[in-house]
């Protein structure tokens, strides 16, 4: 590789529900990455934490690892000293190891839910001063967390769903029947229970009544610490946009209308039906996404015939909520609607979508093939980063109460 290329570090899996679906957009986005700009290497953290480096990453057939495939990788730990480069330090196996950085100029975070998606990478990334593609700190934090994500958007303006929160009980699983029931209030059933901080719907559950609801709740509460029920909504129609600034002016790709076969869409679903194919290049052209891997098997319509109005109100509210936490990345934005009474919500908000939504930019009124995407998400890390540094000593003269002595 030239020394001018820039090197590009790519995160996935970690400790959350979500780590096989991480793999995936992680092994897609080392594909599809331009050679010819960007050396990229994959950092797969398992799902017990531990950091991992070598070539054999690359394979989609090495997970989950063996014994003998995990002896072709190294573990790493990252540096989190701020410096002229991010860096990856070895871990030494030997008295006299010697332990050379692994220096990178850019993260991608391919993380998904948890430890990661919500804010966790991102504030390792910014303690340790590293350039990151996607959504910062703050936008992460609230938009996993769907109950503060319909506070936020409820106060500007964008329309949702009334929820309650339930918080899993401080031993076991299980509440109470009248607790639920106080709890609940005077939510009418059937009603839609999910936990508070995941996606790739696990755990999604339609409950017909008080006993269905508390018996949803443990699987929830064994992932996540909270779940939040809301009123189903019949007739029910979906519609996803993402939206991006990474190109310039703050840009809209195509909308998608999922096709389901079944009330809600479930987990293997979306991410295991014809889960096999290859996605992406590793050459360094410009490439298109591959429909085989991921989300991308589950059938949909792009572009579908929309009302106007309602076309318009779609991408109203998504500009709307990426202005309201100053968005970066390429989010993905989720809206359900009543196909008969035309009312819309908007439904949740994917930090960093599966497969990053690249069909949704290759679909777009001005398309941008998936290689393009990650390029324009890779330079607005960097600027991001730039725009955001502090001075060598971000001490200001006049509130140092230490004497300077180097």
Known sequence: MSGSLKKVAVFFGGRSPEHDVSVVTGLQILQAIDSARYEAFPVYVTPTGEWLVGDVLRQRASYLLTPALRKQTRAVVPDIKPGRCASLLPVKTGLLARATPIEFDVAIPAFHGLYGEDGGAQGFFELAGIPYAGMRLMASTVLMDKSATKKMLHASGVP???????????????????????????????????????????????????????????????????????????????????????????????????????ELLDFKQKYLSGAGGKSGSKSGSKTVGTISQGMLSLTRELNPPLAPDMAANIKKWALAMFEAVEGTGAPRIDFIGNAKTG????????????????????????????????????????????????????????????????
């Open 160 to 262: 949702v769903l009334p929820c309650v929160v339930l918080r899993r009980p401080k031993q076991g699983y299980m509440i109470a029947e009248d607790v639920l029931e106080r709890e609940i209030g005077d939510m009418a059933f059937p009603c839609i229970v999910k936990p508070s901080h995941l996606g790739s719907s696990i755990g999604v559950a339609r409950v017909k009544n008080i006993q269905e609801l508390r018996a949803a709740l443990p699987r929830i509460f064994e992932y996540d610490d909270a779940a939040i029920v809301e009123p189903f909504v019949e007739n029910l129609v979906e519609y996803n946009v993402a939206v991006s600034k990474a190109f310039g002016a703050v840009r809209l790709s195509a909308i998608e209308r999922p096709k389901a076969t079944e």
């Open 343 to 406: 009312e819309m919500w908007l439904n949740e908000v994917n930090p960093w979508p599966g497969s990053i939504g690249y069909f949704l930019w290759e679909a777009a009124a001005e398309p941008v093939l998936f290689t393009d995407l990650l390029s324009g998400l890779i330079e607005e890390a960097l600027a991001e980063n730039q725009g955001r540094k502090l001075p060598a000593d971000p001490v200001p003269a006049d509130a140092r109460l230490f004497e300077r002595r180097g």
